[in-house]
């Protein structure tokens, strides 16, 4: 009887009288009817024709706008997009939506974006400037370059960080030899405006900054015609030696932090031998962005005014120092590393309201210029390729000899551990199609958490050619064994579970993470090509109930269960890399 009920479908009429219903109950119920309900377009197509005749009733809703700008009332330039002026505002990443690809350009849009953005707090807009500067693309009435001018003038980091990424964007090549046809003449012209309004202390604060991180990342140039090995860590050691920690500078990847000092003994050539990044550790002070920003132009007040003595007394700060390393990196377009962080530290808020213990860090990457970019390290880790070096036997032997036997309570805390992280980027992993995940960019911290680094394969693209070998989540037999050996251990049961709670939880903010995607397919990363937002948005199984999609996901983890192709992904390293399985 149960199961004939639930086979029968409700007619379109009884959902769009029902729909109706709804609306005369309470507005606001109907206008999360269609998230509730899935499969059904007529309510959808319903929802939207009462809020277009009624817009005021539910302005005060941010999701309710949805319903009423939209592709065909943009095109038509619908009267009632007038309400969009008054509408309660959204969230930044739906503002800039307006300037993407998904929707056609409309004054009324545009003014409610640059209105919406322009009442959150500046450094609000930090986490978005990737996004924010692509927008430019589709600017064609200046509303997003009046709103850029505006906001660097409130923030100076703000200033700091767009110049940085527009620099980045004004070429298509890494060489800076090809100009980007669409963004360059803007881009260039921007950067001077605002670094032309920099005046007495935002300017020297500016000049300050950006010498200092020039002198940082020149290092690597230096260093570059130095043979891999000691003449080249000699020669990265003594480049090292010379800069002089300026007062009041800061690291791109980490705005809220004043660098106090400098590691000179760990300069660290990378393995790259063309390109030769390198990594250094700073003592960074941890004050927030806006302390920052006065303690900083207080510098350069005191600076203008030719005070000699020492200038800011940086201990009185609130914060603790600590030890802060980075790798910088030559050649290397890290753009893409970025979007991906971004959508991790998005994850990792989501996982957070929703109450879920789950562990992901989304360390910071900041593109500098064409090909250049600071990277922060993840503390207190290593790499399982490294672990393999130093070790050399597996995950589980190396869980055992760290923390203890199984039954130990160091052990559990350490499994505990794995496992929450495993899940969380299992699920990210399969979201966004993150491939090559070799032994070289998984790292253990000394917690037991595993943390993803390195995300050059991602979407549509793959090593190989594109390839897309690899499965959608790497359980290599190591990882199962932390996790109790068989896929019904009670810690495997557990992971699996965690990951359909963890899917369960981004798929109402499918549509954030697409437009944050969506703002960058016109950068030309390799990972876009072509099919990535109707791929990405798939996979979040947008028509499928909760439980459809909890049967999904589960699948998804039984294909991927010691799946083969992991395997010999690892073998296919091992002798091409010599990267230990």
Excluded at 76 to 99: I, N
Excluded at 462 to 483: A, H, Q, R, W, Y
Aim: net charge neutral; aromatic share 10%.
């Amino acid at each position: 009887m149960v199961a004939s009920w639930k086979s029968k479908t409700v007619p379109d009429k009884s959902l769009r009288e029902n729909t109706r219903l709804a609306w005369e109950i309470s507005p606001a119920l109907c206008v999360f009817l269609p998230v509730r309900l899935k499969n059904a377009d007529c309510i959808v197509k319903e929802v939207c024709r009462m809020v277009r005749a009624s817009p005021m009733v539910v302005s005060h809703i941010p999701e309710a706008l949805q319903y009423l700008v939209t592709t065909e009332t943009l095109l038509s330039d619908a009267p009632e997009l007038v309400y969009m002026l008054t509408w309660a505002r959204v969230t930044p990443v739906q503002a800039l939506s307006y300037f993407s690809r998904q929707y056609p350009p409309h004054p009324i849009s545009a003014q409610y974006a640059v209105r919406v953005l322009a009442s959150y707090p500046a450094d609000a807009v930090l986490f978005y400037i990737p996004q924010l500067v692509q927008t430019l693309r589709h600017d064609t009435m200046g509303y997003v370059l009046e709103f850029i001018k505006s906001i660097s003038l409130r923030s100076q980091v703000v200033a700091h960080q767009l110049i940085w990424n527009m620099k980045t964007n004004m070429y298509i090549d890494e060489e800076m030899q090809h100009k980007d046809p669409a963004l360059y003449d803007t881009l260039d012209t921007l950067t001077n405006a605002i670094v032309d309004c920099l005046s007495g202390p935002a300017k020297k604060f500016y000049e300050r900054e950006f010498d200092f991180f020039s002198k940082i990342t020149d290092i690597s140039g230096k260093i570059r015609p130095f043979p891999k090995g000691p003449e080249r860590k000699h020669a990265c050691l003594e480049a090292l030696s010379k800069i002089e920690v300026q007062a009041g500078c800061y690291l791109p990847s980490n705005p809220e932090a004043m660098v106090i000092d400098i590691d000179y003994n760990s300069g660290t050539p990378m393995q790259s031998a063309a390109k030769a990044p390198y990594l250094a550790r700073f003592r960074v002070r941890k004050c927030g962005i806006n302390e920052l920003e006065q303690t900083a132009m207080a510098i350069s007040n005191q600076q203008t005014s030719g005070n000699t003595e020492k200038i800011v007394d940086t201990s009185s700060m609130m914060g603790l120092d600590t030890w802060q390393a980075a790798i910088f990196k030559v050649g290397d377009d890290v753009r893409q590393d970025m979007l991906a962080l971004q959508v991790i530290s998005i994850f990792k808020n989501v996982f957070q309201q929703v109450g879920l213990d789950l562990f992901l860090f989304p360390y910071r990457v900041v593109a500098t210029a064409p090909g250049c970019g600071v990277i922060e390290c993840v503390p207190n880790a290593k790499s399982r390729d490294q672990l393999g070096r130093q070790t050399d036997y597996g995950m589980y032997e190396y869980f055992i000899k760290t923390y203890g036997d199984e039954n130990t309570k160091e052990f559990q805390n350490a499994r505990r551990n794995f496992v929450r992280s495993m899940a969380a980027y299992s699920v990210i992993g399969f979201l966004l199609q993150i491939k090559d995940r070799h032994n070289g960019n998984i790292m253990l911290d000394t917690d037991g958490h595993i943390i993803h680094i390195d995300f050059g394969f991602m979407f549509e693209s793959s090593p190989g050619g594109n390839l897309g070998f690899e499965p959608d989540i790497k359980l290599t037999d190591e990882m199962v064994m932390v996790m109790g050996g068989k896929i019904d251990a009670p810690p495997f049961r557990w992971f699996t579970e965690l990951c359909v709670q963890a899917y369960l939880a981004v798929r109402p903010y499918k549509e954030a993470i697409i437009s944050l995607v969506s703002l960058m397919l016109d950068t030309g990363l390799p990972c876009f090509r072509g099919q990535t937002i109707k791929l990405l948005r798939a996979r979040f199984a947008p028509q499928s109930t909760d439980r459809e999609a909890a049967v999904y996901m589960m699948s998804v983890i039984h294909k991927s269960f010691l799946n083969f192709r992991t395997i010999a992904y690892d073998y296919l390293q091992l002798y091409q890399n010599q990267i230990p399985c």
